[in-house]
């Protein structure tokens, strides 16, 4: 077989998902995508609640997705910790669970589809060359590379990009003023997070996005990658950070200390009470998450995008 065979297979089966994509789309379907290159925390443990209470609260779906694209920064054990943790909170995904690590060659088609589309160029820009500026310059637009072994870029326009986020409000960015193109592969062939996220919310009919606040400013990023493949606009709610006692949020970088399993009623309490939400009895932690749907008020959840309390 071919490479233009291979690749003429992989867009067949792409579009087949695509029109599934379409067909299955419901009135709310949410997820909660945590990624393995560290344990699961508290402030993961707050992202799965309200994900969680807010599609059950709309009567829609909840799906889990492990996003591991990046395999050379996953943390040993911790996918194993974070079914773990599914299992002993009681979280039931209403579908099966997809590793996007299995899903290469998906997003290896939706590449070719910007390519056939010219919204996409090959990148020789490494980070030394680039220096401290975070803004890409469009170096290579026009240099027309060869795509092996190179990054690869999407072009963005001189234009705003806006949301109303449910919780954070109206957000907005010129992305050619604030970031420039930006990457979809490494030139290591990683694949970026920004192109995973985008095209398995789309395959799995994805409607509402429920994540923290430290993902506000990638929102517009995917937006737009999303108007570059046609796809329908999704709802948007940031939630406010947890924050250690050095007033840091809560993460791996940060090491957070992974949730313990064995605690599960009582941290799904202390998060549900985080989240501002009415309060729940002690109980097995799937009564507690179906109290806590029957309840869900996000006009309770703390403003801004931090929470105020420490945790650790």
């Not at 911790?78 to 299992?87: D, G, M, P, V």
Request: aromatic share 8%.
């Amino acid at each position: 077989m071919t490479v233009n065979d291979i690749s003429a297979k992989h867009s067949l089966a792409l579009a087949q998902r695509q029109s599934d994509a379409l067909l299955n789309r419901c009135s709310y379907k949410g997820r909660f995508a945590p990624s393995p290159t560290g344990p699961l925390h508290f402030g993961s443990l707050i992202t799965a609640v309200a994900s969680y209470c807010d599609a059950k609260a709309h009567n829609g779906q909840w799906i889990v997705r492990i996003e591991d694209t990046d395999i050379p920064r996953i943390y040993p054990n911790s996918e194993q910790h974070i079914l773990q943790c599914l299992e002993a909170f009681e979280f039931e995904s209403d579908v099966e669970i997809i590793y996007q690590r299995q899903r290469l060659d998906i997003y290896e088609s939706v590449i070719e589809q910007l390519q056939h589309k010219k919204l996409v160029y090959a990148c020789e820009c490494t980070r030394k060359m680039l220096g401290s500026n975070h803004i890409y310059a469009g170096t290579c637009r026009e240099k027309h590379l060869d795509f092996q072994d190179q990054a690869i870029r999407v072009k963005v326009d001189d234009q705003l990009i806006c949301f109303e986020d449910r919780l954070q409000g109206q957000h907005c960015s010129n992305l050619q003023h604030d970031l420039g193109d930006f990457v979809l592969k490494r030139r290591d062939g990683i694949i970026n997070y920004q192109l995973a996220v985008v095209v398995d919310d789309y395959l799995q009919g994805m409607t509402h996005v429920v994540r923290g606040a430290d993902l506000l400013d990638n929102t517009e990023r995917q937006i737009w990658l999303g108007q570059c493949l046609s796809y329908p606009p999704l709802e948007y709610m940031h939630l406010p950070l947890a924050m250690n006692e050095q007033g840091q949020k809560l993460s791996k970088q940060n090491l957070a200390q992974a949730i313990d399993p064995q605690h599960a009623p009582e941290l799904l309490l202390q998060a549900i009470t985080a989240l501002g939400q009415a309060p729940v009895d002690l109980d097995q932690p799937n009564q507690m998450l179906a109290q806590a749907s029957a309840q869900w008020d996000i006009s309770r959840i703390p403003k801004g995008t931090e929470i105020p309390a420490i945790y650790k």
